[in-house]
């Protein structure tokens, strides 16, 4: 089944302990994304993948990190998570084919909760 | 920069009507793609429908169809026939054509179907 896949569902942590969110996708997708979803703000993204080793901030990457060391994996990383970076976080895949388009595949969705 | 946005932070409609969602984007870009995506309370974004800006004929999927009025940069969604599976979260985003394009969304309506 084609998909993307994050891991944890629901994280609970300490403020300033260094954690990963981790993302694959299995349908060799090139284009890769992280976003937060916080009530009456939407979907803002953080960072992106456009291919291995290609990354780049979006509009709310202070406090995050990613790398894209292999084409189906897209961690998240918070090196010292603060309870503003409580929320719900989407990594989603896409291809991107000269000028045709594709809508995002997301992923399941990681609820973080930083006291 | 492009901007997405949605006028409508929550709705309701009766179970079998018809319900409109509005969405107006800003862009410059001539070449770019729209998509309606649904969260329900599972919180899964699912892609409800898409639109290539250069296809004048509007989208439909079932009960699901736009109206898309590109002068007046205006996308929204209408839903016929509305079912109580249909409560969700709904998302209007947008996405550049070319490989640079990141997908930008509205702050979302919560559309509530009353039986």
């Known amino acids: 089944e084609a998909q993307v896949t994050q891991n944890p569902r629901y994280l609970i942590t300490v403020t300033g302990k260094k954690l990963t969110v981790t993302c694959s996708q299995n349908?060799?997708?090139?284009?890769m994304s992280w976003y937060r979803q916080d009530p009456g703000l939407g979907l803002r993204q953080i960072y992106y993948s456009m291919n291995v080793e290609v990354t780049d901030k979006g509009d709310v990457p202070e406090g995050y990190k990613v790398s894209r060391k292999e084409k189906r994996n897209f961690p998240l990383i918070l090196e010292s998570p603060s309870p503003n970076q409580t929320s719900l976080y989407f990594c989603?895949?896409?291809?991107?084919?000269?000028?045709?388009?594709?809508?995002?595949?997301f992923g399941s969705g990681t609820r973080l909760t930083v006291v | 920069a492009q901007t997405v946005t949605q006028s409508q932070p929550e709705m309701s409609v009766q179970e079998a009507e018809t319900v409109t969602l509005s969405c107006t984007y800003d862009t410059s870009e001539s070449n770019y793609y729209l998509f309606w995506y649904k969260q329900p309370p599972s919180r899964q974004m699912i892609l409800v429908i898409r639109q290539e800006a250069y296809k004048q004929q509007n989208a439909t999927e079932n009960r699901f169809s736009v109206n898309f009025q590109k002068a007046a940069k205006s996308f929204s969604l209408k839903i016929s026939d509305s079912q109580l599976g249909d409560t969700a979260m709904y998302f209007c985003a947008f996405r550049a054509g070319g490989s640079q394009g990141n997908l930008i969304f509205g702050k979302g309506t919560k559309l509530s179907v009353k039986p």
């Open positions: 989603a895949s896409s291809f991107v084919r000269g000028m045709s388009n594709y809508g995002y595949t």
């Open positions: 349908m060799n997708h090139e284009y």
